[in-house]
T-cell receptor, first 115, second 111 residues
């Protein structure tokens, strides 16, 4: 069966420090991968998605970047964190999509607090 | 871009009462998905609706997709404390499986 891992689970970082969040998926090949951010009590904002190794699409201009160095690995990074980067970061995967929309499976998330 | 509006934002019910959340779009949707997020947890997929007028049931949950494919609803009959959480609708996009999530409805069930 497929599983998705995210780490760390929680993180407290000072303003201006770098960030690296990692997401890995097991049990599937060529997944679509997604990074979302959820502010407290709010909906999910899509940050990045990837349809293959090295292929990253950004949804919103921001202080963050993403990379996909391996088929089932997705990394979210920042060179200098801002207070507004605080939130709940969720990684998700879905089957490779062409004309069919598949459901997404979310990881446990990382709670980031920027102080 | 595609937007979906979800109402209400909050709903407090007594255990045993019914609950409904609505998802509306100004454009025709190709499909709609529903997710549940327990407090402190991550969203979990519940169901996908694709056809106009489609109705699907999962035990006490009933999902509907409007005839015009511009709205959807989730109805829970006789809520239980295990139903607490945030319910999201999500509209499927035309490329790469991107979903546009509604803001969610936070359901609180009082025993």
């Amino acid at each position: 069966s497929q599983t998705i891992h995210q780490w760390p689970a929680t993180l407290v970082q000072p303003v201006g420090s770098p960030l690296s969040l990692e997401c890995t998926v097991e049990g599937t090949s060529n997944p679509n991968l997604y990074w979302y951010r959820q502010a407290a009590g709010r909906g999910l904002q899509l940050l990045f998605y990837s349809v293959g190794i090295g292929q990253i699409s950004s949804e919103v201009p921001q202080n963050l970047s993403a990379s996909r160095p391996q088929d089932r690995q997705f990394i979210l990074s920042s060179k200098k964190l801002l207070l507004s980067d605080s939130g709940f970061y969720l990684c998700a995967w879905s089957e490779l999509q062409t004309h069919t929309i598949y459901e997404q499976y979310f990881g446990p998330g990382t709670r980031l607090t920027v102080t | 871009g595609q937007q979906v509006m979800q109402i209400p934002q909050y709903q407090h019910v007594q255990e045993g009462e019914d609950f409904t959340t609505y998802c509306n779009s100004s454009t025709t949707l190709s499909n709609i998905q529903w997710y549940k997020q327990r407090p402190g947890g991550h969203p979990v997929f519940l169901i996908q609706l694709v056809k106009s007028g489609e109705v699907k049931k999962q035990k006490r949950l009933t999902f509907q997709f409007g005839e015009a494919k511009k709205n959807s609803s989730l109805h829970i009959t006789a809520t239980q404390t295990t139903d607490v959480g945030t319910y999201f609708c999500a509209a499927g996009g035309t490329s790469y499986g991107k979903l546009t999530f509604g803001q969610g409805t936070i359901l609180t069930v009082h025993p």
